[in-house]
């Protein structure tokens, strides 16, 4: 097995993409997804990751005056002509070394040690490769937003950018809402979908600051830990119950507690912080930008690889251009939606 140091890395991903392109009549299926400004054709062979292609993306209308195209190879060994994935061989890794060296080169990449899990990209030709060791050879987290990587590198080629947070709307316009694991973010967007607010999604969503704040759809997956799925009455709406992921939460889609179409982008108003206050109604007041930033920059940036003076910049205009606020959240699901519905007709108008 080869060992790739940092002066063999660029070389090391050019030879997995042209590999890969020579490969590409060897492969069982090609699933393609149509998302903002982006057609998405994924080269896959059958098994867990082919099947969260087809359910966790929201498609979006087609565009053909903006929307460009670009080619991810899911690879492993026992497709023609893929070798096994080459391990790190310097003793010494840094994910900011790692990405700046391959930016030298014009190139994007990720590794994950763990796995011997290669990502790597080529904004020029919007081509990519995703090398494991076997079919389900994965980090955990990749089946809930796959190929969030290169979504992520391509849209920071054009001034976009994915990010971590959630989102609730009514009539077009939203609110952001930021906030580290277990400050209530994805409970507070299940609640509103539940009660009649609409979502671009949860976890990771795509922000343009042309004219503006947007946020558009990506990704269609939802998460619960079993105490808000069991707050939220989602045991008995949903007839298929997950079993729990690796971080030990029930996933499933907007389309399952909100069968309605998914906005095509909502135009945001404002960054909100939730918090669980405990108490029994919900209440939304100012903050400070500072502290909106630190909720909202950290976890986008160090979730995305590469990029991350970019994101910084990226993240302190965001937050210039919004309002902030903090969300102290109440324990009903049905009075916390009507909080925000309130929220937002008022800084809307």
Known sequence: MP???????????????TTAESAAKDYPATRKVQLPRLELTAHVGPGVLADALGHAFVEAAQDQRESLACRIFILHPGIAGIPEPARWGDAHFTEHGFAE???????????FHDLDFWQVYDPQSRTGVQLMASADAFPPWEPTAPL?????WEYAAR?????????????????????A?????SGTVAAGLLNGLDSVGDDYVLIDLAGGVT???????LKQDPRGFARLGLKQRLSNESPLNWQGKHTFHIADIAPRPVPAALDIVALVVPHISGGETSSIVPMSRRDAMIALAPSGIMQMPGERESGFRFFGDLTRLLPSYRLSLGTHPEEIAGTIADFLTRVAS
Do not use: C, Q, W
């Open 215 to 221: 946020a558009r759809p990506l990704f269609s997956t």
């Open 181 to 185: 694991g277990g400050a209530g973010k």
């Open 148 to 152: 969030r990587a290169f979504l992520h």
């Open 3 to 17: 060992r790739v140091t940092l002066e063999t890395l660029p070389d090391y991903a050019r030879y997995l993409i």
């Open 159 to 179: 001034s976009m950018r994915l990010t971590h947070a959630g989102t609730l709307g009514a009539n077009g316009k939203g609110m952001l809402l930021a906030g």
């Open 101 to 111: 060296r391959l930016a030298e080169a014009g190139l994007r990449g990720h590794y």
